[in-house]
């Protein structure tokens, strides 16, 4: 039902992005910006010498996306990060305009980095083909916006849909919507929409299961503090990797909380390549750098002097360091056979020596 022969990888701006190919690492600005400009630019800037493949943008109003209403539903509950606030209010802060958001693809064409951003209403996906962006994200909460689906499918253009609280059949119809407007490149990455997330709800488990499941690139967008678990998901699979990204976590702003500095950020990418190198391929037998070291393998050793006509017994032939003699496996065979020459204490024991 799910499954489909479609292309296991997608492509963004020539950059190859799937199982066998390094991890694609994108560093989310959200609301990091703090409504300053010079920052937006710095955080691109930040990006690139940390080793981001990516930045992304949102393109949203405090309009496109909710009213301007007190009714309780509009209100962030007790215990959420910013509770107390209307969904207006955090909207409005955290926004970034729109037309700083062609400047920034300019710096970041120049500084031969990616950036797209997530479209959250049909007039923000035709801002951003204005822009020429070379893909789109979905957050998780628009998953069940099929419309908005179609309108970013019918760009032709990679779509990374962001599965956050969404069930296999809500993620199969988002998959289905896309393929079904022509669009072949999706990617599903595994998200927990909590703010921060806790290591015990990650799951990241689903990320192969979505892979192998809709046959698709699957990866992580990780609310969860630290840089543990961006590490973790590439070691499960995860062919892309979307973390926030701040300047510093002392700014006052919305996602500063769950957000990795410069430093974090760069020991993150980091800790992803090396743990890239690690899974390496499916191998068995010497690697080439263990050559020299077959030589400390366990073989049968003379232990004692022997005599020419003396018999092997478990006293003057053992099991030890180093090899080259005969394996250990054929011990019973040569006990009670005679050596054909006087052999002393030391000697790997050999064929041609009985």
Same mark, same amino acid.
């Given at each position: ?9 997608? =492509?963004?701006? *020539? ?27 710095? $955080? ?72 797209? *951003?997530?479209? &959250? ?5 035709? &801002? ?17 916006? $099929? ?39 999706? /990617? ?8 921060? /997330?806790?290591? *015990? ?9 979505? *892979? ?19 590490? /973790? ?23 500063? /909380? ?56 478990? =006293? ?8 080259? %003699? ?25 064929? %041609?020596?009985?």
């Amino acid at each position: 039902m799910l499954k489909n022969s479609s292309t296991p990888y997608i =492509e963004i701006a *020539s950059r190859k992005i799937g199982e066998g190919y390094p991890v694609y690492i994108i560093a989310e600005l959200s609301a990091n910006h703090r409504q300053d400009f010079g920052e937006a630019e710095k $955080l691109v800037r930040a990006a690139k010498a940390a080793g981001a493949d990516a930045v992304k943008l949102q393109t949203y109003t405090a309009d496109t996306l909710t009213i301007d209403c007190q009714a309780e539903c509009f209100i962030q509950p007790p215990g959420s990060l910013w509770q107390g606030r209307t969904l207006y209010d955090l909207y409005r802060e955290g926004s970034m305009p729109w037309e700083w958001q062609p400047k920034l693809k300019e710096l970041a064409d120049d500084l031969d980095i990616d950036l797209f *951003s997530t479209a &959250f209403d049909s007039t923000a996906v035709d &801002f951003l083909e204005q822009m020429a962006v070379p893909a789109y994200k979905l957050a998780s909460f628009e998953i069940v916006d $099929l419309p908005l689906i179609k309108k970013i499918a019918l760009t032709g253009k990679p779509l990374i849909i962001s599965t956050g609280m969404a069930t296999l059949g809500e993620i199969d119809e988002a998959v289905s919507t896309v393929r079904s407007f022509g669009a072949s490149q999706v /990617a599903l990455l595994k998200c927990t929409s909590a703010y921060p /997330a806790k290591a *015990s709800n990650m799951n990241l488990k689903t990320i192969p299961h979505l *892979s192998v499941t809709f046959n698709l690139p699957a990866g992580l967008s990780d609310h969860s503090e630290g840089i543990a678990i961006p590490i /973790a998901a590439a070691a499960v699979g995860a062919s892309i990797v979307e973390k926030h990204f701040t300047l510093s976590r002392k700014n006052e702003c919305l996602d500063a /909380a769950f957000s990795l500095e410069p430093q974090e950020f760069r020991e993150m990418v980091k800790s992803i390549r090396l743990t890239e190198q690690a899974l390496g391929q499916v191998c068995f037998g010497p690697l080439r750098d263990e050559y020299e070291n077959l030589s400390f393998r366990r073989s049968l050793v003379i232990v004692k002097d022997m005599k020419k006509g003396d018999l092997l017994t478990p =006293e003057n032939v053992r099991s030890i360091r180093p090899g080259g %003699g005969i394996s250990p496996k054929y011990f019973d065979m040569v006990l009670g056979k005679e050596v054909k020459i006087n052999v002393l204490k030391g000697t790997s024991l050999t064929w %041609g020596l009985i």
